[in-house]
């Protein structure tokens, strides 16, 4: 069984910076990914960033030059840090990793960000 453990949302300012973290716990076998989504309400889920096992990093559109993706391979977990945060960035965000044999994905319970004045 795997775990994924985000932590870090929070109401920010527009032009604030939050940092989510995801750790994963559990059964980890073959961890191929790990990612950010979010989800706006009446909005689906869409891909912020996401980085692969061999340091591959993908990010939207709307994450370029504001948020960076990192993780702690030793940790097994994953980090997103948000800078110049816009109310349209409000959302649940929610860890994501792809792993095992045959792949499976995972997600976590989802964090609240919401940036607001």
């Known amino acids: 069984q795997v775990q994924l453990v985000e932590s870090g949302g929070g109401l920010v300012q527009p032009g604030g910076s939050l940092r989510l973290s995801c750790a994963a716990s559990g059964s980890i076998f073959r961890l191929y990914a790990m990612g950010w989504y979010r989800q706006a309400p009446g909005k689906q889920r869409e891909l912020v960033a996401a980085?692969?096992?061999?340091?591959?990093?993908t990010y939207a559109d709307s994450a370029k030059g504001r948020f960076t993706i990192s993780r702690d391979i030793a940790k097994n977990t994953v980090y997103l840090q948000m800078n110049s945060l816009k109310p349209e960035d409000t959302a649940v965000f929610y860890c994501?990793?792809?792993?095992?044999?045959?792949?499976?994905?995972?997600w976590g319970q989802g964090t609240q960000v919401t940036v607001s004045s």
């Open positions: 994501n990793a792809k792993m095992g044999s045959p792949p499976s994905l995972y």
């Open positions: 980085i692969t096992s061999g340091g591959s990093i």
